[in-house]
């Protein structure tokens, strides 16, 4: 596969990567190793953190088919969809309002859905103010400040801007707006009252209470007021110009992966992801449900 040429700078400054080299081909039945594959993470928070909540992950992949794998870490949006569209990944990702826009790019008998932890083919947020604030409402925000997840993430950016637009407040206008980082992030900066309210993933109060006490995160000192609307669960898709033989080897493995397992359960679970299903883009579509906006805000 042709890589364009990337600067020092981007590569320093712009992604984090590491490869996971192998010597030999394990029985996958996948081509020669070349150049690694490169496989990118549309982020849901900083760098630092998403390469650390995949990379066991693709590790695991790496030993599952015996190919060299590079994990890249986009520092955004703009940097993903450039490298994409620049043939610059072989593997990707990403939220579905992104997948939409690239999905040109894309190699569609190569899509892969992820599950949720708890199964479920949906995602969601929240809205979260501290229990003591007396707010009740969305309207009751107007003029106050509020955090949003980063503006790559369907459900805390996307999905809760529509929320707050269904309600007649524009984001940009009404509210003292800011796009945050991680679910851990936003949830903090309420609590501690340098924000008057926050969207989060609707899983996030629930499944992380030891992580809440350890960061130092009083759940219970947080209440929700809304929730979004669902939108689809991430897609995992293979660019156009990768062989078949290598989509088959590196699907086949995230297909085999199970999450009742012991051993893969860990790696899934550091991904928050629940497992992975093949799809069509036109189920994927409809999966947005009546009414539900694909165009990115």
């Not at 320093?12 to 996971?20: E, I, N």
């Not at 390469?51 to 088919?65: D, E, I, N, Q, V």
Request: charge should be negative; glycine fraction near 8%.
């Amino acid at each position: 596969m042709g890589r364009a040429a990337v600067s020092a700078h981007t590569l320093a400054g712009l992604l984090v990567s590491t490869v996971l080299a192998v010597a030999s081909l394990g029985s996958e039945g996948a081509s020669p190793p070349g150049p690694a594959l490169r496989v990118a993470v549309l982020p849901c928070t900083n760098i630092e953190a998403s390469f650390r909540k995949f990379h066991p992950l693709f590790a695991h992949l790496r030993s599952r088919t015996g190919l060299e794998i590079d994990l890249v870490v986009p520092s955004d949006l703009s940097e993903f969809e450039t490298m994409t569209r620049n043939g610059l990944v072989d593997f990707a990702l990403q939220d579905p309002y992104t997948y939409e826009h690239l999905a040109h790019e894309y190699d569609d008998s190569s899509l892969l859905q992820t599950r949720g932890l708890d199964g479920s083919v949906s995602q969601a947020a929240v809205v979260v103010v501290r229990r003591d604030s007396g707010v009740s409402d969305l309207r009751q925000l107007v003029g106050k400040a509020v955090m949003f997840g980063p503006r790559a993430s369907s459900a805390k950016w996307i999905a809760g801007k529509l929320r707050f637009e269904a309600e007649g407040i524009d984001v940009e206008r009404d509210l003292k707006f800011v796009n945050g980082g991680c679910c851990e992030d936003i949830a903090f900066t309420v609590m501690i009252r340098s924000a008057d309210a926050g969207v989060i993933c609707d899983h996030f109060l629930a499944l992380h209470d030891v992580r809440h006490k350890t960061i130092g995160i009083e759940a219970d000192s947080l209440k929700i007021i809304a929730h979004t609307a669902p939108v689809p669960t991430r897609i995992f898709a293979a660019g156009k110009s990768v062989p078949p033989d290598v989509i088959r080897a590196i699907t086949r493995a995230l297909l085999d992966l199970d999450p009742a397992d012991d051993a893969d359960a860990e790696f899934l679970t550091r991904a928050e992801i629940g497992g992975f299903f093949r799809t069509t883009r036109s189920d994927y579509l409809e999966s947005f449900g009546p009414g539900e906006a694909r165009e990115r805000p």
